[in-house]
């Protein structure tokens, strides 16, 4: 009976896998590659370079504050510290240095965790006084086996105000043998009274291009073949913090499989649903030409494959970016395609600042819009709508010319839709309004009749710090079209009037006589404006209603009324 139960026990038992108990657990990349030495610690030179200094002039700090973004290695730098201050070489007779041996007992327990004399404690799970208070009693003896008890304490603002209080007096006068490292995230929450008692390094963010070379190493360690825009892509998205970039290049090792194809750029695009720079060039160029269907159509085909709505105004708002700084003579990207670099170039040609700023401004509105929207798609289709039909609007410097000779569009004309372009020709995005209205009449100089009309002029044609200078420091003598007087109590330098009757010519299309002379003048434009809103706001002030308002509320101020002037 015994043995009938114990064979059928034996072949109801599923089978056994067979046990690996050598196998070792899988570590993911930011733990498998954390910095073990000052020289693996990318993009914090001017940090490792002042400890070292530090060290050698053996002018040791006895708290030490460690600030920056997740990821640039606050704690992977305090436990160097602890290495360096704690190591004694291979033959157990060394001092601290800034190049730890990483094999002696000291360097492998840190490393490792499990140094008994460095201890390392979680702000955000050990907030209370009590928990500082523990620190404070153990401080007071000496170190077991190290040269010098250390304590990391990380994200140090969650401490709480009663333990920052408690600790500060330790913090102030430690014992010789102990040194306090502390890592944030939040350092405006770390109370002033700690940070000017800590030796204080801001970690910056790691550029795009050191995080590259960096996955590109640590792909070439894991045997993986990684395309060098693939870990650009990464790089970028990780925003300066390595530890995000390898996480993300982990994710897109997984994703690559077991094929052997690699981690390809189009595979990362995908998997963090980034917009495609060839689709976001193609979507621009739509835009600028004034096609609402073809447009609308690329967005949804993106949305389609996957693409969050927000990545591709993301896109465009960095794209329009790009062009702006190219069109200044910023040096291109070297990581950059060739075809981003020439369609940048070729738009920075054609673009004018005006049509950049408002590309800008009109992505930048639809950006906040999509990411609070109930439906994002939607919203993003309303702002590409949006961008497209301001080409129809025109630019600020044509219609102040040609509202100064009387041949401004009329609001009919101004508020029709673009015309289609003949087939294989795009109108340029900013001039959609010279392509519906006809050419002004007036071909001759402009000649505004007031001095402030004229400043107004200069300030609408894109001349914003020439009509700044005019507004706050001109004082006109006289003004007769074309030639006008400047006082001479404030002097005006050759550069500036050189400036100045090279901008009128242009703007007004015909040459100016400025002349400065040694009399006072009239007030300023900004005076004479500040003068005119004093005067309205007495008024106010001294009418019955006002006064019967303060004589109620003596504490009330008129900040502002209707139709005053702003002081920009």
Known sequence: MTTAMSDSFDLGEPPQPAKTPDAPAYRVLARKYRPQTFSELIGQNAMVQTLGNAIKRDRLAHAFLMTGVRGVGKTSTARL?????????????????????????????????????????????????????????????????ARFKIYIIDEVHMLSKNAFNALLKTLEEPPPHVKFLFATTEVNKVPVTVLSRCQRFDLRRISAEQLSKHFAWVSEQEGVVADSEALMLIARAAEGSARDGLSILDQAIAHAGLEGGGVTADA?????????????????????????????ASMRRQYDYGVDPLSVLRSLLETVHGITLTKVGTPADAAQPMEERAAREEWAASLGYPALHRLWQLFLKGHDEVAKAALPIEAAEMALLRAIYASTLPDPGELARQIASGAAPSVASTAAPPPTPPSGEAPPWNAGSAAKAPEPV????ILPPTFEALVDLLDESGGLAI???????????????????????????????AELNTLLKSVTRTAWKVSIVDAPGAPTLREA????????????????IMKA????????????????????
């Open 529 to 544: 404006q500040d003068a005119a809103d004093a005067a309205v706001r007495q008024a106010i002030l001294e009418s019955p």
């Open 442 to 445: 007036a071909t001759g100089p």
């Open 467 to 497: 009509a700044a200078r005019l507004r706050h420091g001109a004082r006109i003598v006289s003004y007769a079209p074309p030639e006008f007087v400047l006082s001479g109590s404030r002097p005006v330098s050759a550069d500036t009037l």
């Open 81 to 145: 510290i602890a290495k360096a201050l704690n190591c004694i070489g291979p033959d157990g007779d060394g001092g601290p240095t800034i190049d730890p041996c990483g094999v002696c007992e000291p360097c492998r327990a840190i490393a490792e965790g499990r140094h008994i004399d460095v201890i390392e404690m979680d702000a955000a799970s050990h907030t209370g006084v009590d928990d500082v208070r523990e620190i404070i009693d153990a401080s007071r003896y000496s170190a077991v086996t």
């Open 549 to 568: 308002a303060v004589a109620a509320f003596p504490d009330a101020q008129l900040e502002s009324w209707p139709g005053q002037r702003s002081n920009a």
């Open 268 to 296: 990362v695009r995908q998997m963090l649903g980034l917009s495609d720079r060839g689709a976001v060039r193609d979507l621009l160029t739509l835009i600028l030409a004034g096609d609402g269907a073809g447009a609308l």
